[in-house]
């Protein structure tokens, strides 16, 4: 089944604004990951959080993780056109293997 | 570049016929995956091979096998594609697999399978 839960499933805004996604996920984890995927093409990973690590930035990312409520968050700081793309969370389970769960994912469009 | 290619990125293949998806690394990578991935949907592993060791997922069918004769090459052969397989296929890698690790995947740009 389906480790991670993300929303909004869609979320449309201007340039320079900010976007948060969210993603709950079910069981213990290793680390959480988050990933890029332009329309049809391959993901990209942008940054791993582990799960001791309670915050991580990375340029205009900031990734917050909460393992009492297993949640995590990305936020994107002055979006830009470019960043129109879909956001995937995915989990590495404790115990694991580096398998990772993806989540059904954030589409995101930004306006210019 | 050290990177993850896929070939074809497109795949047309009639129903019941065979098919071969390929992959190839230059990152020498020990852990190879293959995912495969249905419009507006998660990414959902197959199956992956740490080294030469296949580990198949619980649910992947056996209509979907996979080969890696070096640590560059995996292929993804579908023995019989029906309609429901129509779909975005993703490699990826990874340095390793241990209990420990934190790592990310490298993923190539993906093969559309479209069975007609």
């Known amino acids: 089944s389906q480790q991670g839960e993300e929303d909004p499933q869609a979320l449309s805004i201007q340039e320079g604004e900010n976007a948060t996604m969210n993603c709950s996920y079910k069981?213990?984890?290793?680390?959480l990951q988050w990933y890029r995927q332009n329309s049809g093409r391959g993901l990209v990973h942008l940054i791993l959080?582990?799960?001791?690590?309670r915050e991580k930035h990375s340029g205009r990312l900031r990734v917050t993780l909460d393992t009492s409520k297993k949640s995590s968050s990305l936020l994107i700081t002055a979006s830009r056109a470019a960043d129109t793309a879909s956001y995937f969370c995915?989990?590495?389970?404790?115990?694991?293997?580096?398998?990772?769960?993806f989540g059904a994912g954030t589409r995101l469009a930004v306006h210019p | 570049d050290a990177m993850v290619i896929q070939n074809p990125r497109y795949q047309v293949t009639q129903f019941g016929k065979p098919v071969t998806l390929s992959c190839s690394q230059t990152?020498?990578?020990?852990?190879m995956y293959w995912y495969q991935q249905k419009s507006s949907q998660a990414p959902k592993l197959l199956f992956h091979?740490?080294?030469?060791?296949?580990?198949n997922e619980a649910d992947t069918p056996d209509n979907f096998q996979s080969r890696r004769p070096n640590t560059s090459f995996c292929f993804l052969d579908i023995r019989s594609p029906g309609l429901g397989d129509a779909a975005m296929y993703l490699c990826?890698?990874?340095?390793?697999?241990?209990?420990?690790?934190?790592?990310?995947?490298?993923f190539g740009p993906g093969t559309r399978l479209t069975v007609t």
């Open positions: 990826a890698t990874s340095r390793e697999a241990g209990l420990a690790s934190h790592l990310e995947q490298y």
């Open positions: 069981t213990s984890i290793n680390n």
């Open positions: 959080i582990r799960s001791n690590e």
């Open positions: 995915a989990t590495a389970q404790r115990g694991g293997y580096n398998k990772l769960i």
């Open positions: 990152l020498n990578h020990n852990v």
């Open positions: 091979y740490y080294d030469k060791d296949f580990n």
